[in-house]
């Protein structure tokens, strides 16, 4: 029957297969057509105060170190020794003499890459120190966070981060010192988690804690670029303040009272992630207590919903869903830009 509702309804896109999140044969061409191309969240500039300061880590399976030179800047090599690919540090961070040091043989590298010395290697006519400096990485600091970029032609991260800075406008984040890192590890592919960070969907329902400190009927999901923002206004005396900010393809930028965490979604393999938390806060102070129990509580409610999804996904059963034009706009554009590396 013609009821004369000539309205356009919005139609409800399918999720991606349930394969994307379940065969392993995905994760070599992630790492290489996602993380690799663009540019990876690495640390906050406070957190290398010093020349000589240096911090490893891991960015989607890839080895790294940054280090402050005697000259002030920053840079960032793989952290893989040209002579067998042994590592250069033991330990997260630490304040080297100089030099770069390979843990295996003891290669010898300056802080801008150059083999420095070959210890004990004996002559090789063929053998050139030049052509055996580490692998250099890129870095781009905004706002005093640091990004590393592992391959070439990268986006430009300035233009990248255009919607956030208008978000953000002149906050002051000068004077933002690291104040706590901390570590959580789930069992489940890594954008499985990212989907869950892009909705509010499920807040209500997992989340009532957080759903007691926001205004849920004003909740909005807005993209922008390759920049996810949900607004929730909170309500008065509420330890959010307000903004989760998303960048492509996995740094959560979560804005508190008195500073901000920043959340790098690390995927481990094709079957953890490592959720990484850098909190930040004037001068390095410390994150209140109230702040860090809700973070705690989400994390652990995220996880545990995350990992259940994951879990009925590998069963089997499930293959493809819809999704809500209302609520999960984020996840599908996501999902657009993920298949267009591995559909």
């Known amino acids: 029957m013609d009821t004369g509702d000539t309205t356009t309804k919005a139609i409800s896109p399918v999720t991606a297969p349930a394969g994307w999140y379940v065969d392993p044969q995905y994760w070599p061409v992630e790492r290489q057509h996602v993380f690799a191309v663009n540019w990876q969240f690495l640390t906050h500039e406070s957190a290398l105060s010093n020349p000589r300061d240096w911090r490893a880590d891991i960015l989607a399976g890839y080895p790294v170190v940054i280090v402050r030179g005697d000259d002030g800047q920053l840079r960032a090599f793989h952290n893989v020794c040209r002579h067998r690919a042994g590592p250069l540090t033991r330990e997260d961070s630490g304040t080297c003499d100089g030099y770069l040091t390979c843990q295996y043989h003891g290669w010898r590298y300056t802080l801008d890459g150059r083999l420095r010395a070959a210890r004990d290697f004996g002559a090789a006519s063929d053998f050139d120190p030049r052509d055996f400096g580490l692998f250099p990485i890129k870095l781009h600091i905004w706002r005093g966070l640091v990004f590393a970029g592992i391959g070439d032609n990268l986006p430009d991260l300035a233009a990248q981060m255009a919607p956030l800075d208008a978000r953000l406008k002149d906050a002051d984040w000068s004077n933002l010192k690291v104040g706590l890192r901390r570590t959580h590890l789930l069992d489940c592919n890594w954008k499985t988690y990212v989907e869950n960070y892009l909705e509010g969907y499920h807040v209500p329902s997992m989340h009532p ?42 740094i959560g930028i979560n804005v508190y009272n008195r500073g901000l965490m920043i959340e790098r979604m690390s995927p481990v393999g094709h079957g953890q992630t490592q959720l990484d938390y850098l909190y930040l806060t004037p001068d390095g102070e410390a994150v209140p207590d109230a702040t860090i129990a809700m973070s705690d509580q989400v994390t652990a409610e995220d996880k545990w919903i995350a990992e259940k999804v994951q879990q009925n996904l590998d069963a089997g059963v499930y293959e493809t869903g819809r999704l809500s034009p209302k609520h999960e706009t984020a996840v599908t554009a996501f999902q657009s830009w993920v298949g267009a590396f591995i559909a």
């Open 209 to 250: 804690s957080l759903d007691a400190e926001i205004i849920s009927e004003q909740y909005k999901v807005t993209v922008n670029g390759k920049v996810v923002l949900h607004d929730a206004p909170p309500k008065s005396g509420a330890v959010y303040d307000g903004l989760w900010g998303w960048v492509w393809p996995n």
